[in-house]
């Protein structure tokens, strides 16, 4: 058990559709990253949080939003969901940068139908 | 601009044999690197890192890496292969100051016995 922690862990949705992933870091930590993870495109990076304001952006769409709130906790918006967005979901935490180990949650499974 | 080669998708092994697993990493700036494994239907877990100083780094579960700048490379080795270590195998690196990964594409590695 690494600390961080998601929910929900599977998520089964309509295209179309809006979802949101929450997360939860290690206590103490104040990076908080998204990772995608699928067959086509690997592990991707999608965007970093550190201590409430945006850090870093990796490919994440336009579709796609995130945010971490006061209590370190981070939230991800995904909407107008495509079939293509089925994918792990991973949220990871460190204590910040530079050169500190990243932890990742368990993920959420989203299947978008 | 930094990236990921992990040669070999699939590596097969007997159980009590030598684990070699091949990164090659491309960095603009002083790398950190690190292996992380990720058995099925789980997230991932950090077995090791490179950050600065001894270039051969000790993780957990028997495996090490030794970080050679000049060939550019960061292998993953173990001495005797265990069941227990079947899974994949991803590379990554990081070092411009944010410490978002950049992942390898994996490598699954399978033990008979």
């Known amino acids: 058990d690494s600390g961080v922690t998601q929910t929900p862990k599977h998520l089964i949705t309509a295209t179309g559709q809006r979802v949101t992933l929450r997360c939860s870091p290690r206590?103490?930590?104040?990076?908080v990253y998204w990772y995608q993870q699928s067959l086509d495109q690997g592990l991707q990076f999608l965007i970093q949080?550190?201590?409430?304001?945006?850090?870093a952006k990796g490919n994440i769409l336009e579709r796609f939003s995130a945010q971490q709130f006061p209590d370190l906790h981070s939230e991800l918006n995904l909407s107008s969901l495509e079939l293509g967005d089925s994918a792990l979901y991973f949220c990871?935490?460190?204590?910040?940068?530079?050169?500190?180990?990243?932890?990742f949650g368990p993920g959420t499974r989203l299947t978008v139908l | 601009a930094q990236s990921v080669t992990q040669l070999g998708s699939h590596v097969s092994v007997s159980e009590g044999a030598l684990v070699l697993l091949r990164c090659n990493y491309s960095?603009?700036?002083?790398?950190?690197l690190f292996w992380y494994v990720q058995y099925p239907n789980q997230g991932l877990q950090l077995l090791l890192k490179?950050?600065?100083?001894?270039?051969l780094v000790k993780g957990i579960n028997g495996f090490e890496a030794e970080f050679k700048k000049s060939e550019t490379s960061f292998h993953l080795t173990k001495p005797s292969a265990h069941m227990s270590d079947a899974a994949e195998y991803f590379c990554?690196?990081?070092?411009?100051?944010?410490?978002?990964?950049?992942f390898g594409t994996g490598t699954r590695l399978q033990v008979f016995p």
């Open positions: 990871a935490s460190s204590v910040g940068p530079p050169a500190s180990p990243v932890f």
């Open positions: 206590s103490g930590d104040l990076s």
């Open positions: 949080y550190y201590n409430g304001e945006e850090r």
């Open positions: 960095s603009s700036v002083p790398p950190y």
């Open positions: 490179y950050t600065t100083g001894a270039t």
């Open positions: 990554a690196v990081s070092g411009d100051n944010t410490d978002k990964l950049i």
